[in-house]
């Protein structure tokens, strides 16, 4: 029972959501820390549009028959437990003369959606928890 639970696409999911939530606030406090450097271009974290195309990509569709290690395969599975977050540098806006695309106001916006979204994550995961330590222990 444990392993299934441990393995389940939304533990998995929050799981990789809280992790992904962890470093996007790191990228985040990197941009902060460099508003006022030169030629920086802020970062970003990628986690959520390659988690979905990774659930989309599970062995619900179809997926093509090899029948020789040369052939090219048609829609591999793709395991959400692999899945990690990506960081990609935006390098085509520019806000001011020094080449630095940070704007101060929308990174803190971004740090405090961001601290929204964690808490509502491990307060998901702790329900999850408490629900399966209920079952576990019981009612008594």
Known sequence: ???TFFKSI??????????????????????????????YKRSEVNFEDT????LERTPRR?????TDGQHIPINPPTDPLNVQPGIWRENDMFYR??????????????VAKNELKFNSLVESLNRKIRRLNLSIRGRG
């Not at 939304?10 to 450097?37: E, G, M, W």
């Not at 179809?62 to 090899?66: A, I, N, T």
């Not at 003369?97 to 971004?110: F, L, R, T, Y």
Request: a negative charge; glycine letters at 4%; aromatic letters at 8%.
């Open 1 to 3: 029972m444990l392993g």
């Open 10 to 39: 939304p533990y998995i999911a929050v799981r990789k959501a809280i992790d992904a939530a962890t470093l996007r606030q790191k990228v985040y406090s990197h941009n902060i820390a460099n508003v006022d450097t030169p030629h």
């Open 51 to 54: 988690f979905k195309q990774a």
């Open 62 to 66: 179809l997926v093509g028959f090899k």
């Open 97 to 110: 003369s020094d080449d630095n695309n940070v704007d101060i106001d929308v990174e803190m916006a971004e």
